[in-house]
């Protein structure tokens, strides 16, 4: 008997463990504790996959597979997902193991060991479920010192005639950014995410995880992320209906109380396995072929799923392990308490805080430019900026996460991803958003006890960071303006950031 192993991120009947599954094969999934717990991932998100992989379970059942399903508080579960797979060769007799490539290097590299630990043969399969392999993305890279994503998202629209004439891009442009950095009118208008209620499989899981993982950070209700395959098609055409139109004009925007905003919401289940990257694309193209959303949208979408998730996902994986110890701007200060409290005067970090709490979902600016730009400017140790982002995003894997956090927010790779750090004073945070105007700082104010904590640590960050970032050809202006200031304008930002570190210090977390 041949065991297949499905993971909780390979949530798709044609996942190439399944492929050519035959109903006298053992299917094996399983809820392990090392998985849930090495970090402690928000309650939401163990809530969300543990659902989620209770109900593909059941499809396959439905569908005449012989499916063995561990669940969490088995008292025979061994909490890890060799010992599950080895439990079972063991009381069954497999003679073969079966299993999809994991997309986290920790987990693929147990893997490898499995064939020599369990004396059986594993096959380990490539995942296909992206639109470019490891060794393609590879060989686009070879030989480049940089690897620029809008290059490879070019790349990517030909090989998958994407938003493609025979003449070039539709529109006569690759990248539409320019046109999707609208700030918010008072007077928006924002439709509201996808719900389903809640069914008796998952009111079991949230009844577990309230039980086994009350200390994880988060909440569980409400809960109303999609947790079946047609519920998530669902999803993806609610926005597609509702909210792309407006995707590209405000995808950068941030509204208080708005933690929605017109963003799809779909990369847990695209991430898990739910849905599909081209078949994402295909609605969201078809949207702008029939009228009913603009090119700015629609190309905006595309080069999220088609560019960037395809990119990270190779720079990942050419990278590792290496790239999870990067630290080249060698930062080193702790992750403050308030980023699981919520409990800071800042407005801004208050806000995407609470609603990651809330959601386990904050939007592409709200970690990167608010969150992810307060951990550059401030110093965060990088390892621990890493494993809060890994825990607390629903859609979040390692793969998905390291080079986000690591080299788009961080610049901890130097500069293998971005061309130069994203630090930002409380200036743009005003102009991409209405959290200033309720903040008990003033982002035009520069020191004092009153000035916002962004506008003095940007400057900090930059002069802390001189001697790696100043041959830097895109920060010229900046150590220009550095340069340019009085002794005594200096003085008063480095007495303004000791102040402001002071304050946070006994809520650092240890």
Same mark, same amino acid.
């Given at each position: 008997?041949?065991l297949?192993?499905?993971?909780?991120?390979?949530?798709?009947h044609?996942?190439?463990?399944?492929?050519?599954?035959?109903?006298?094969? =053992?299917i094996? !999934?399983?809820?392990?504790? *090392?998985?849930a717990?090495?970090?402690?991932?928000?309650?939401?998100?163990?809530?969300?996959?543990?659902?989620? =992989?209770r109900?593909f379970?059941?499809?396959?059942?439905?569908?005449?597979f012989?499916?063995?399903?561990?669940?969490?508080?088995?008292?025979?579960?061994?909490?890890?997902?060799?010992?599950?797979?080895?439990?079972l060769?063991d009381?069954?007799?497999?003679?073969?193991?079966?299993?999809?490539?994991?997309?986290?290097?920790?987990?693929?590299? +147990?893997?490898?060991?499995?064939?020599?630990?369990?004396? /059986?043969?594993?096959?380990?399969r490539?995942?296909?479920?992206?639109?470019?392999s490891?060794?393609?993305?590879a060989? $686009?890279?070879?030989?480049?010192?940089?690897?620029?994503?809008?290059?490879?998202?070019?790349e990517?629209?030909?090989?998958?005639?994407?938003?493609m004439?025979d003449d070039?891009?539709?529109?006569?442009? $690759?990248?539409?950014?320019?046109?999707?950095?609208?700030?918010?009118?008072?007077?928006l208008?924002?439709p509201d995410t996808?719900?389903?209620?809640?069914?008796?499989?998952?009111?079991?899981?949230?009844?577990?995880?309230?039980?086994?993982f009350?200390?994880?950070?988060g909440?569980?209700?409400?809960f109303?992320?999609?947790?079946?395959?047609?519920a998530?098609?669902?999803?993806?055409?609610?926005?597609?209906?509702?909210?792309?139109r407006?995707?590209?004009?405000?995808?950068?925007?941030?509204v208080q109380?708005?933690?929605?905003?017109?963003?799809?919401?779909?990369? /847990?289940?695209?991430?898990?396995?739910?849905?599909?990257?081209?078949?994402c694309?295909?609605?969201?193209?078809?949207?702008?072929?029939?009228?009913?959303?603009?090119? @700015?949208a629609?190309?905006?979408?595309?080069? *999220?799923?088609?560019?960037?998730?395809?990119?990270?996902?190779?720079?990942?994986?050419?990278?590792?392990?290496?790239?999870?110890?990067? @630290?080249?701007l060698?930062?080193?200060?702790?992750?403050?308490?308030?980023?699981?409290t919520? +409990?800071?005067?800042?407005?801004c970090m208050? *806000?995407?805080?609470?609603?990651?709490?809330?959601?386990?979902?904050a939007?592409?600016i709200?970690r990167?430019?608010?969150l992810?730009?307060?951990?550059?400017?401030?110093?965060l140790?990088?390892?621990?900026?890493?494993?809060?982002?890994? /825990?607390?995003?629903?859609?979040?894997?390692?793969?998905?996460?390291?080079?986000?956090?690591?080299?788009?927010?961080?610049f901890?790779d130097?500069?293998? =991803?971005?061309?130069?750090?994203?630090?930002?004073?409380?200036?743009?945070? @005003?102009? !991409?958003?209405?959290?200033?105007?309720?903040?008990?700082?003033?982002?035009?104010?520069?020191n004092?006890?009153?000035?916002?904590?962004?506008?003095?640590?940007?400057?900090?960050?930059?002069d802390?960071?001189?001697?790696k970032l100043?041959?830097?050809?895109?920060?010229?202006?900046?150590?220009?303006?550095?340069?340019? =200031?009085?002794?005594e304008?200096?003085?008063?930002?480095q007495?303004?950031?000791?102040?402001?570190?002071?304050?946070?210090?006994?809520?650092?977390?240890?």
């Open positions: 008997m041949k297949r192993l499905v993971l909780g991120d390979q949530l798709s044609t996942i190439s463990s399944l492929r050519d599954a035959t109903k006298e094969d =053992m094996l !999934m399983c809820e392990v504790r *090392q998985e717990t090495y970090v402690k991932h928000h309650k939401k998100k163990i809530v969300f996959l543990f659902s989620a =992989m109900h379970a059941a499809s396959l059942s439905t569908k005449g012989n499916v063995h399903y561990v669940k969490y508080d088995d008292p025979a579960n061994t909490g890890s997902i060799r010992g599950e797979v080895g439990r060769a009381q069954r007799g497999i003679s073969e193991i079966i299993v999809t490539a994991a997309n986290e290097y920790r987990v693929l590299e +147990d893997m490898k060991q499995w064939a020599n630990a369990l004396t /059986l043969p594993v096959a380990i490539p995942d296909d479920r992206f639109l470019c490891t060794e393609e993305f060989a $686009w890279a070879e030989g480049r010192k940089q690897f620029r994503m809008e290059y490879f998202y070019r990517m629209r030909k090989k998958h005639a994407i938003l004439t070039g891009p539709i529109g006569g442009q $690759w990248n539409y950014d320019e046109s999707n950095r609208k700030s918010p009118p008072k007077d208008t924002v996808f719900h389903i209620d809640i069914d008796d499989i998952t009111q079991d899981v949230i009844d577990l995880v309230s039980q086994h009350s200390d994880h950070f909440d569980i209700a409400p109303h992320f999609a947790v079946t395959r047609d998530a098609l669902q999803a993806l055409d609610l926005f597609v209906y509702a909210r792309l407006l995707f590209g004009d405000y995808q950068d925007a941030m109380n708005e933690p929605w905003m017109f963003h799809s919401h779909i990369g /847990l289940y695209l991430n898990c396995g739910l849905l599909a990257p081209l078949e694309i295909a609605r969201a193209e078809a949207a702008y072929h029939d009228g009913s959303a603009p090119l @700015n629609v190309e905006g979408f595309i080069r *999220q799923i088609l560019g960037w998730r395809e990119y990270v996902r190779g720079i990942y994986w050419i990278k590792m392990p290496d790239y999870k110890a990067m @630290n080249f060698e930062a080193k200060r702790a992750l403050p308490e308030f980023y699981w919520a +409990d800071t005067k800042m407005n208050r *806000q995407c805080i609470t609603e990651t709490k809330q959601n386990a979902y939007h592409h709200q990167l430019m608010v992810g730009n307060f951990a550059l400017i401030a110093g140790d990088p390892d621990q900026v890493n494993d809060w982002y890994l /825990l607390v995003y629903a859609d979040a894997y390692e793969w998905v996460e390291l080079p986000n956090v690591s080299g788009m927010i961080l901890a130097g500069g293998i =991803m971005g061309s130069k750090p994203y630090a930002a004073s409380g200036t743009y945070i @005003n102009k !991409m958003s209405n959290y200033c105007g309720s903040c008990s700082y003033k982002h035009t104010v520069k004092g006890p009153k000035a916002c904590p962004f506008n003095y640590l940007y400057w900090d960050f930059i802390r960071n001189a001697d100043r041959g830097n050809p895109r920060m010229g202006f900046m150590y220009q303006s550095l340069d340019r =200031m009085t002794d304008k200096r003085h008063e930002i007495v303004d950031t000791d102040r402001f570190f002071k304050e946070i210090a006994p809520h650092e977390k240890s």
